[in-house]
């Protein structure tokens, strides 16, 4: 039989066969790894992991196989780490060789997005992006003198949410993104629907699903990369072409804007016209351009997604805002609304914000990291290119760490006489090592705290109430790489306070 007669499908199986039987024979060769569960002969344990919410499977299996375990994917070894102590000391002690990236074939080569410095591998480029965004963002300091900027959009915010409460979700979203498209192109966002805010937010929704761990086969086979759409399998090339476009909009409009500005002298002044500002390589031009891309890409979905577990929160957990709000009214007063400065005389509002880390942990397995060198912890073998992952969701909600972990107490954050307080959720929240995201840790938590503090002195926040009967909400959250409350589980009453 020639291969012309051959029926493509065959075909088609018998070359991922060979493949996967490349795969399975290579990685036997280097055992031991961390102990998992049994899969099936090559396909490993692709059957098992669920395609949404993994971080709960691999928590369960984490009970039976240890705080290090490891899954077979098509093959290829990937450790999972479900406890603080182990993500410390590999990821945290030993950063200069647990920093590098997975080879993401599909949101990498194929659409781009290594151009953003959470995608970026270890190395010059990614050292010199995040000296630069380090530059403007690398502390509470530097972004104390944003105070005025984020206080002001935290009005406009309070304002649409009085007047429009069923639109919240959406004002969240158009909040965080004017902060950023502000501070890193110097742009104003628009009143209704806004294009830059728009062509950013599908962008980014985009790579948070094809983000997604074993989202793409492609990404463990990239030969498939090269077989043409119309093969069996090849359907996730459909989407391909949108997805380059809408990252290059992303990345390029706001950027034609800064110089388009700055050519007739009107702009505000901003991350990006700040490194513009000098006679810049076509090299370094791109650099600075993929730097301030990253800003959206490091501080919007997280904060977004803090924001509207927030208020989740609030409905379900009414003493802990009513503590709150006794907390604003007495160290604030009515006169005015709470600021930045403030933050250091509201211990209680900080330690809320704390647990709204915690609780809803916006990346909860993070972005997998890749080990540089061959390795040795407890007894296994962990061998240069092994992806490694973080259970950020596990390691916030143990018990030995956290007391009772699914209840939201701010409470745990702050020492009393009779108890220390609870591990600090930035310690995980935010990255581990040299890959602790700038963006997120100061700029995402300063928005975070302006938001809740200036809601809770505003407003009463209640279960919504429908024909006369008051409505609990969905307590569930989205699966993929950022976790936030579902939209639908947000309708919510929102009253002036007395």
Known sequence: MTVSNFPLAQLTAFVLAVLLAYRFAKTRRHAPFPP????????????????????KTFAKWGEKWGDIMSVNVLGQ??????????????????????????????????VGWTRIVSLHNYGPRFRETRRLLSQMLGSRDKVAWLAPL?????????????????????????????IILM???????????????????????????????????????????????WLPGGGWKKNIP???????????????FVKQHMAVGSFIPNFTSRLLEDNLSAEREQLVKDAASSFYAGGSDTTVSTITGFFLAMMCYPDVQKRAQAEIDTVIGSDRLPVLADRGRLPYLHALCLELLRWNPVAPLAIPHVLAQDDVYAGYYLPKGTTVMANVWKLLHEPETYANPFNFDPSRFIS?????AEQDPRSYAYGFGRRICPVGM?????????????????????????????VHPNMEFTSGVIRSAKAEALVISTEMKA
């Open 77 to 110: 070894r990937m450790v999972i780490i479900n406890s603080a102590r182990v993500a410390v000391e590999l990821l945290d002690r030993k950063s200069s060789i647990y920093s590098d990236r997975p080879h993401m074939v599909m949101i990498g080569e194929i």
């Open 442 to 470: 100061y700029l995402a938590d300063a928005t975070v705290f302006l938001a809740v503090a200036m809601s809770l002195a505003v407003f009463d926040i209640r279960k919504p109430v429908i024909d006369g009967v008051e």
């Open 416 to 420: 009393s006489g009779k108890r220390t």
């Open 150 to 178: 984020l206080e002001a959009e935290e009005h406009r915010f309070l304002l649409h949410v009085l007047k429009d409460p069923d639109s919240l979700v959406a004002q969240v979203r158009k909040a965080a993104g004017a």
């Open 242 to 256: 949108e997805y380059t476009k809408d990252l290059d909009a992303m990345c390029d409009i706001p950027y034609q």
């Open 183 to 229: 501070l890193a192109y110097g742009y104003e966002v628009k009143d209704g629907e806004d294009p830059y805010v728009a062509i950013v937010e599908k962008a980014m929704s985009e790579v948070s699903a094809a983000a997604t761990p074993a989202a793409f086969l492609v990404d463990f086979f990239p030969i498939l990369r090269y077989f043409p759409p």
């Open 36 to 55: 998992g569960p049994q899969g099936w002969p090559i396909i490993g344990n692709v059957l098992d992991i669920p395609t949404e919410y993994q971080w």
